[in-house]
């Protein structure tokens, strides 16, 4: 059975170093998403992307946030100067298909910012 | 905004318990209904769901019915396992080509043999 991928799956990093998380969606999906889950809160809402650019972002995708589709496989998210908030589990979900309103998801990237 | 509320855990149950675990949304025309869940160390899978009003979501043993009059959609399961015990995720997807998942809280089920 298709399935996302993500890598790492735990990244460890120094506050203000960039980080970039992969993901490889399933391969006949056309839209693309990134959630992140802060220990023991609900997952938010980053990012949605379609047809290679950004079709919604929530509050928390300010300018240190990006995302990229560098090839016709991989979605990444890069955050340019990490926080220490931004440690979380960061997962990538994509849908499309038959079952369009049906997100699957990958099994997250554990980053911490020290 | 959209909004999902769901019950307060963590819920402890012993083996063959019935379970429910509420959720209530709030959402403007008619959104598409879920429950995800996060085994341990795990992400998060789809469990079940329902895109219109009185459709009942089920898999593995578990049931939810879209209550458009009561805006719900709690899961529920007759005779729980130990496998069972994870974290549970309400969520909705609004229709008005509004893409993004929202979640609910999120409710630690631990079911004790």
């Known amino acids: 059975e298709p399935e996302v991928t993500q890598t790492p799956s735990h990244q460890v990093t120094q506050m203000g170093q960039e980080v970039i998380l992969r993901c490889v969606p399933i391969?006949?999906?056309?839209?693309f998403y990134w959630y992140r889950q802060i220990l023991g809160q609900k997952v938010e809402f980053l990012v949605s992307f379609y047809n290679n650019e950004i079709s919604e972002k929530s509050e928390i995708f300010d300018d240190q946030f990006s995302v990229e589709r560098p090839d016709g496989s991989n979605f990444t998210l890069k955050i340019r100067s990490t926080k220490l908030e931004d440690s979380a589990m960061y997962f990538c979900?994509?849908?499309?298909?038959?079952?369009?309103?049906?997100?699957?998801f990958g099994p997250g990237t554990r980053l911490t910012v020290l | 905004g959209n909004s999902v509320t769901q019950m307060e855990g963590p819920v402890t149950l012993s083996e063959e318990a019935f379970l429910t675990i509420n959720c209530t949304y709030t959402a403007t025309g008619y959104p598409s209904l879920f429950w995800y869940v996060q085994y341990p160390g795990e992400g998060l899978q789809l469990l079940l769901k329902a895109t219109k009003a009185d459709d009942k979501g089920s898999n593995k043993g578990f049931e939810a019915t879209y209550r458009k009059e009561t805006t719900s959609f709690h899961l529920e399961k007759g005779s729980v396992q130990v496998s069972d015990s994870a974290v549970y995720f309400c969520?909705?997807?609004?229709?008005?080509?509004?893409?993004?998942?929202?979640f609910g809280t999120g409710t630690r089920l631990t079911i004790i043999p």
């Open positions: 979900a994509s849908s499309g298909g038959l079952n369009y309103n049906e997100q699957f």
């Open positions: 969520a909705l997807l609004s229709n008005f080509g509004n893409e993004k998942l929202t």
């Open positions: 391969s006949n999906h056309l839209y």
